[in-house]
């Protein structure tokens, strides 16, 4: 059992993010276990041939050691609720040269270590440099051609939780996180067989929803930059999907009309209006009219990420959707 010490007024230290390097990390998961992430079996079939002619012998050294352990380092809790790859790769290229060549080789105690390892006791600068381009290569292939839908589920649980915890309370930010977590107001208990406890020390505690993660969730006790849960956004399995035809229930087509009622359907996940006119074949004016109004009926809300606008359902919206 982990269980992390954790009160209700460290309600008032959580935040959510969403984090690329964690994606990168916790799909080197989803590609080499597959029995435990059969979840990701698409996107394993288009991206596994890849990489033996991709140059990542650092990477993937580092990554997929024996003890199945991947460096702390590599996964930097972020600062800001979104931030860029390039952000997180210069964290990780400024990492004291001891801690990077210490957490490494623990991927890899009690094992013979191959030259890619032992680069870096000899040369970590270097092997470091290498191990950073050899990142931003792999999220070229494997990640950036999910990157949009990976964003867009994780970007609606986001949403979910914060408008969530706004109408009820904000201990909604952190209960129904897991089926594993459980909370009883002074201890997060999780329900693995490890055994590990610890508490926050006075930093904030970041929760970040990673597509990749697939079932599991994954704690950061010990990092320099802070706490953090990294947990799997609700509707994940929806990114391998090919995108189904937009089709409201006959019932709440019958509340709504058929367009305002495949608005809400649509707004299981976040759009913009420019999404919502492009997938339901709606010029830009007439579904701005069906936003409005779903909005002022308190069924949508919109959130601003970036210069973008993007609306997603309501609790409301919701039980409306769910009950029809």
């Known amino acids: 059992m982990i269980q992390i010490e954790f009160s209700d007024a460290d309600l008032a230290t959580v935040r959510l993010a969403h984090s690329p390097m964690v994606e990168v990390v916790t799909s080197t998961f989803a590609l080499y ?77 009690g094992h013979p270590a191959p030259p890619e390892i032992l680069r870096f006791e000899h040369d970590p600068r270097r092997a470091l440099d290498d191990l950073v381009r050899q990142i931003r290569r792999y999220f070229e292939l494997a990640i950036a051609p999910f990157w949009p839908r990976l964003r867009a589920v994780v970007e609606s649980d986001i949403a979910r939780r914060a408008r969530t915890a706004a109408e009820r309370t904000p201990r909604a930010l952190v209960s129904g996180l897991h089926p594993r977590l459980d909370w009883d107001g002074a201890t997060l208990h999780i329900g693995y067989t490890r055994d590990d406890h610890w508490g926050l020390d006075g930093h904030g505690l970041a929760l970040l929803p990673a597509g990749f993660a697939g079932p599991s969730m994954y704690t950061v006790s010990a990092a320099p930059s802070g706490r953090a849960l990294w947990y799997p956004p609700r509707g994940y ?47 830009p004016a007439t579904a701005s009219h069906h936003l409005t109004t779903l909005r002022d009926a308190g069924l949508v809300a919109g959130d601003r990420v970036g210069r973008r606008l993007r609306y997603l359902r309501t609790g409301l919206g919701e039980q409306l959707a769910n009950a029809s």
């Not at 352990?69 to 809790?77: E, I, K, R, Y």
């Open 33 to 109: 276990r597959p029995s435990k992430y059969w979840m990701y079996r698409s996107w394993r079939s288009r991206v596994a041939p890849q990489l033996p002619r991709a140059g990542l012998e650092t990477f993937l050294a580092v990554t997929t050691g024996p003890n199945c352990f991947v460096p702390d380092f590599l996964s930097p809790v972020p600062v800001g609720a979104r931030p860029r790859l390039e952000e997180e790769l210069a964290v990780i290229g400024a990492t004291p040269l001891e801690q990077v060549a210490a957490e490494v080789h623990a991927a890899w105690a």
């Open 237 to 283: 399995g929806r990114v391998w999907d090919q995108p189904a035809p937009v089709q409201p229930s006959a019932a709440l087509a019958a509340v709504l009309g058929h367009t305002r009622a495949s608005v809400l359907t649509l707004l299981a996940m976040p759009h913009s209006t420019g999404e919502v006119a492009s997938v339901l074949g709606l010029s």
